[in-house]
């Protein structure tokens, strides 16, 4: 589906790099968050409500200015140039952001337009995307009629056609039947596959620890580990207080590694 | 204590539901302002009676003669009509609007009670939205004329239960005959035009019989009154009622009652399957484009230009609502048609109308492109600076504004070109103006939320509002005179100042 990125673009090793984040509402949501994923590698945050994931992922997308820290996108300075930044960056939230009136088709001609793609590239590439998710019958329909599944899939379309270097998700499973899921996690793991990066959040651990390369847990804001799952196990079996076997559970390492200090003891 | 599942029980819920619709919608859900919201009311409640106090004098004690027969009668229509209109769009709420029929309807509790309390609700609810205006009014009659005038709330209350009657009978009729789908396109458009129609006709007659877009003139010439029945004709009951007349306002009272009864017994069983269907639209086999669409070449602005367009051609709200102001172009039409045979100085008329339309049309827009994007996050990551963003939204809706107004401009200018000047820079500065507000409160709502737009800032509304009258009242004074133009135009000026003061301050995009 995905052809591998032109070998004329430069590769940074990080596709994403974040150093000292923070933004504050009335507490710090992101409070001093380092971060880098690397290029071809598909990340998953996790953390609990109200950890500062989803506006982790806001500032990456030049959705909110953070305070300070600075946000890198394949070697882009995304906070002094946030145009080229967004160029090379797609961003879906749990919300598909589509127009009620218009057809799947003219959705992402419109999107093609705002990122400037050639109009007979962006055809071909629209073509097979509705065709990959499944969306072909339904080109020329108004989205007015779709299910939440097929918005969010138009939504990836739309994030796709302009062949993004970097895929922001805030999680994109949320409400999705078992059959779009495993689309939307089948295009994404081609994405990554053809050297693209992923970014997501998810609740949802058994997604995280079945598509994940590495996965990051963050809590206050702050990032608390970080790695594969064989990784995080040893990183929460550290903390004295936890007794973690070996085929301990995503769900039992994640909620080992968020639980306030009292509650682990 | 109340039997659950009876219509008392839904009454009291929908009305608790419709005071705290109410509530929010005038305070924006801010408890802060409520005490402001009573003294406004109290301050408008005093004024229109003030004001009220001097327009009845001469009616008070005035014998029911024809010629007051005739001005009460279409006074009564008007409104009536009016209430139509807003009954109409009540009613294609309740089959459209779902935010609590599933729960209604998945209940054990028989849903034609609950159909029944809405239609009575929608009934009560036209009837008040009238008293606001109507109430000043009778109450200085009363106090000036005598108690007979209290007659007029009971007209109110009848006409009411007749327009939710008539509404109800007209919305089940469309879905009848065009299916859920189309009805909801097509109700709105009829209760805009129904609101617009009797107005307009009596403007457009006016003109073409007396040359003015008075709508008085033509009720009060000796053509309408020769033509009317005699004094003793049941048309004239309502006003009679008004007048006083007991028998009359027993008579009208208990016909709209029965009407409203009628239309509450025969529709209230059938609404839960009205409701159904319409939930059931978007399920439906969605419109298809006939051939696939072939991607055209476009640079992010004229992407964004397109989509808005296509967006507002496509939006059933818009429609009606432009429709409307469309609408009241047309007796400027025929003036701008009458004046170019009689070469007179009625064009001193149209230039205003013509420019406050551009005003209030600009405005509605703005906010639909500005604050009506359903895909913010998606236009916020796009790779183009926020200012060419909101660039090519602005260039959307002037566009527009050039399209509608630039045929009747043209025309103008053949009639005179001095007009057709000042016409021309007012629609620019009014269309601007209008739009420059919107982006000044810019926020980020739904299109659905188009009716609420002046929810979200009644700083914006006014301002919008008085910004048109000010640039209409410029143009007007500027076809004359352009010295006596510079006073209005600085009272507009102030307006905009004032506005972009009190606006939020910059934010990210």
Redesign the interface.
């Known amino acids: 589906m995905f052809q591998p990125l032109p070998p004329d673009i430069a590769q940074p090793q990080f596709a994403l790099e974040i150093r000292g984040l923070v933004k504050r509402f009335e507490r710090p949501a992101v409070d001093g968050l380092d971060l880098a994923v690397r290029t071809g590698e598909l990340y998953a945050l996790l953390g609990p409500n109200g950890a500062g994931k989803t506006t982790t992922l806001r500032m990456i997308a030049g959705l909110m200015r953070p305070d300070s820290g600075s946000i890198q996108v394949v070697g882009i300075d995304a906070l002094a140039d946030p145009v080229a930044a967004k160029r090379v960056t797609a961003w879906i939230s749990d919300e598909p952001m589509i127009y009620d009136k218009l057809t799947p088709e003219e959705y992402l001609e419109f999107v093609a337009g705002l990122w400037g793609v050639e109009p007979a590239l962006a055809q071909a590439r629209a073509q097979e995307l509705l065709a990959w998710l499944g969306l072909a019958p339904h080109a020329r329909e108004r989205c007015e009629t779709f299910s939440k599944g097929m918005r969010q899939k138009v939504a990836l379309a739309g994030a796709l056609v302009h062949e993004p270097r970097l895929i922001i998700l805030d999680e994109p499973l949320t409400g999705l039947d078992a059959g779009s899921a495993r689309q939307v996690k089948s295009v994404l793991r081609e994405r990554a596959r053809a050297g693209g990066t992923v970014i997501m959040t998810t609740h949802i651990l058994e997604v995280a620890e079945r598509m994940a390369d590495r996965i990051g847990v963050i809590a206050h804001g702050k990032l608390v580990a970080e790695g594969t799952l064989e990784e995080l196990r040893r990183q929460a079996g550290n903390h004295a207080s936890n007794n973690l076997g070996d085929g301990a559970s995503l769900e039992d390492t994640f909620l080992a590694l968020v639980a306030e200090p009292a509650e682990a003891a | 204590m109340i039997q659950t599942g009876t219509a008392v029980w839904f009454a009291r819920h929908e009305s608790r539901l419709a005071w705290r619709d109410w509530l929010a919608m005038m305070t924006a859900g801010k408890r802060e302002r409520r005490r402001r919201l009573a003294i406004g009311i109290l301050a408008f409640v005093i004024v229109m009676h003030v004001v009220a106090w001097f327009v009845v004098g001469s009616f008070a004690a005035a014998a029911p003669d024809k010629h007051m027969l005739v001005g009460i009668t279409a006074t009564l229509l008007l409104s009536w009509l009016l209430m139509v209109s807003q009954a109409m769009e009540s009613m294609t709420r309740a089959f459209y609007a779902r935010s609590d029929l599933d729960l209604i309807l998945a209940s054990p509790v028989a849903a034609d009670k609950i159909f029944a309390v809405r239609i009575s609700t929608v009934a009560l609810s036209v009837a008040t939205l009238a008293l606001p205006l109507a109430a000043p009014f009778i109450d200085m009659l009363v106090v000036r004329g005598g108690v007979r005038w209290l007659g007029a709330y009971g007209v109110i209350l009848a006409m009411g239960a007749a327009a939710t009657a008539l509404a109800v009978a007209l919305t089940v009729g469309l879905f009848r005959a065009i299916g859920a789908k189309r009805t909801r396109l097509v109700a709105q458009v009829v209760a805009a035009v129904i609101g617009a129609a009797f107005v307009i006709g009596l403007q457009v007659a006016a003109i073409l019989s007396y040359g003015t877009l008075s709508r008085t003139s033509i009720l009060q010439s000796d053509a309408v009154l020769a033509l009317s029945p005699d004094a003793g004709s049941v048309l004239w009951w309502p006003a009679r009622a008004v007048l006083g007349d007991g028998t009359a306002l027993v008579a009208v009272l208990a016909l709209s009652f029965i009407l409203l009864a009628a239309a509450v017994a025969i529709v209230a069983p059938r609404l839960g399957d009205y409701a159904i269907a319409a939930s059931g639209i978007?399920?439906?086999?969605?419109?298809?484009?006939r051939r696939?669409?072939?991607?055209?070449?476009?640079?992010?602005r004229?992407?964004?230009r397109?989509?808005e367009w296509?967006?507002l051609r496509?939006?059933p709200w818009l429609v009606s609502q432009t429709l409307m102001q469309m609408l009241y172009l047309v007796p400027p039409a025929v003036l701008l048609w009458r004046s170019f045979e009689a070469g007179g100085g009625a064009l001193n008329l149209l230039v205003p109308v013509l420019v406050m339309a551009a005003g209030q049309l600009a405005g509605g827009l703005a906010w639909l492109t500005i604050s009506g994007e359903?895909?913010?996050?998606?236009?916020?990551?796009?790779?183009?600076?926020p200012r060419l963003v909101l660039r090519a939204k602005i260039e959307a809706v002037l566009a527009i504004i050039a399209v509608v107004f630039a045929p009747l401009v043209a025309v103008l200018a053949v009639a005179s070109p001095w007009h057709a000047l000042v016409t021309c820079a007012g629609i620019v500065i009014a269309a601007a103006s209008a739009t420059a507000i919107q982006l000044w409160f810019r926020t980020q709502a739904k299109r659905s939320q188009f009716r609420r737009r002046q929810v979200s800032s009644r700083v914006a509304t006014f301002a919008e509002a008085f910004s048109s009258i000010g640039w209409a009242a410029t143009a007007a004074i500027a076809a004359v005179s352009l010295w006596l133009a510079i006073a209005p135009a600085v009272m507009a000026l102030i307006v905009l100042g004032g506005a972009r003061y009190l606006s939020p301050r910059e934010r990210?995009a």
């Open positions: 978007g399920r439906s086999p969605a419109s298809r484009a696939a669409l072939a991607f055209r070449a476009a640079s992010p004229q992407a964004l397109r989509k296509l967006l496509r939006d359903d895909a913010p996050d998606l236009v916020a990551t796009a790779p183009m600076p990210y």
